[in-house]
T-cell receptor
Framework: AQRVTQPEKLLSVFKGAPVELKCNYSYSGSPELFWYVQYSRQRLQLLLRHISRESIKGFTADLNKGETSFHLKKPFAQEEDSAMYYCAHGRASGTYKYIFGTGTRLKVLA | NAGVTQTPKFQVLKTGQSMTLQCAQDMNHEYMSWYRQDPGMGLRLIHYSVGAGITDQGEVPNGYNVSRSTTEDFPLRLLSAAPSQTSVYFC???????????????FGPGTRLTVL
C-alpha cells in the first residue's frame, strides 16, 4: 500500500535560515507527489507538484527515486512561511486514493 | 467561481445523533473526496467519488456514508455520531480530464465537528 511519511511534527527555524521538510514515500511505481500548505485559518492549497519542477514562493522539491524522498526546501525562511505542510501522493494507475502524510508544522522565528 | 464550499463551518452533536455535512463545487470536477484532519494523524481519506453515481471507500470509511447524485454535490452523512468522530472535515475536488499526474486538489474551508 502507498504510504507517505513526514518524520517531523514540528520544525522551528530562524528567519533567514534554510528550511528542509522531509517526505518519504513508499510506492513501487512512478510516484505522483505534491506538497500542500495550510496557513493559519486558511484552507489547504497546493504548493507544488513534482511533475512541474517549479519553484513556488522560493520552495523547491526534488524527487529522489533512489531514496524515495520528496523533501521540500527553501534557502532562506520567511516568517510568512509559518504554516502546516503536507506531503501527498496522488492517484497512480489503478487507484483514485490520495494519501497524505501526517504533516509538519513549520515555525519561522523572528 | 466559489470553488469548493462546505456547510456548516462548526457543528456540535451529541453521541448518537446523525447529521449531514454539505460539500459543493462549481468547477465541474469529476472527482470529489472527504478527509478528516486530526492532530498527529494528518489528512485521512474517508470516501471519494469519480463521478455522479460512483462512490468508493477511502482509508477510514466506518461510520460515514456518501452519495453523489450530481456532479456538484457530495454530502457526507454521519449515521450515529461518536466522540471519535470529533475532527475537522475537509471536502476536496479534482478534475480528471487532464493527465493523471497533473491533478490538483481544491479544498473547501472545512467543518469543525465536535461530538459530545
Amino acid at each position: 500500500a502507498q504510504r507517505v511519511t513526514q518524520p517531523e511534527k514540528l520544525l522551528s527555524v530562524f528567519k533567514g535560515a534554510p528550511v528542509e521538510l522531509k517526505c518519504n514515500y513508499s510506492y513501487s511505481g512512478s510516484p505522483e507527489l505534491f506538497w500542500y500548505v495550510q496557513y493559519s485559518r486558511q484552507r489547504l492549497q497546493l504548493l507544488l507538484r513534482h511533475i512541474s519542477r517549479e519553484s513556488i514562493k522560493g520552495f523547491t522539491a526534488d524527487l529522489n527515486k533512489g531514496e524515495t524522498s520528496f523533501h521540500l526546501k527553501k534557502p532562506f525562511a520567511q516568517e510568512e512561511d509559518s504554516a502546516m505542510y503536507y506531503c501527498a501522493h496522488g492517484r497512480a494507475s489503478g487507484t483514485y486514493k490520495y494519501i497524505f502524510g501526517t504533516g509538519t508544522r513549520l515555525k519561522v522565528l523572528a | 467561481n466559489a470553488g469548493v464550499t462546505q456547510t456548516p463551518k462548526f457543528q456540535v452533536l451529541k453521541t448518537g445523533q446523525s447529521m449531514t455535512l454539505q460539500c459543493a463545487q462549481d468547477m465541474n470536477h469529476e472527482y470529489m473526496s472527504w478527509y478528516r484532519q486530526d492532530p498527529g494523524m494528518g489528512l485521512r481519506l474517508i470516501h471519494y467519488s469519480v463521478g455522479a453515481g460512483i462512490t468508493d471507500q477511502g482509508e477510514v470509511p466506518n461510520g460515514y456514508n456518501v452519495s453523489r447524485s450530481t456532479t456538484e454535490d457530495f454530502p457526507l452523512r454521519l449515521l450515529s455520531a461518536a466522540p471519535s468522530q470529533t475532527s475537522v472535515y475537509f471536502c476536496a475536488s479534482t478534475s480528471l480530464s487532464g493527465a493523471w499526474f497533473s491533478d490538483t486538489q481544491y479544498f473547501g474551508p472545512g467543518t469543525r465537528l465536535t461530538v459530545l
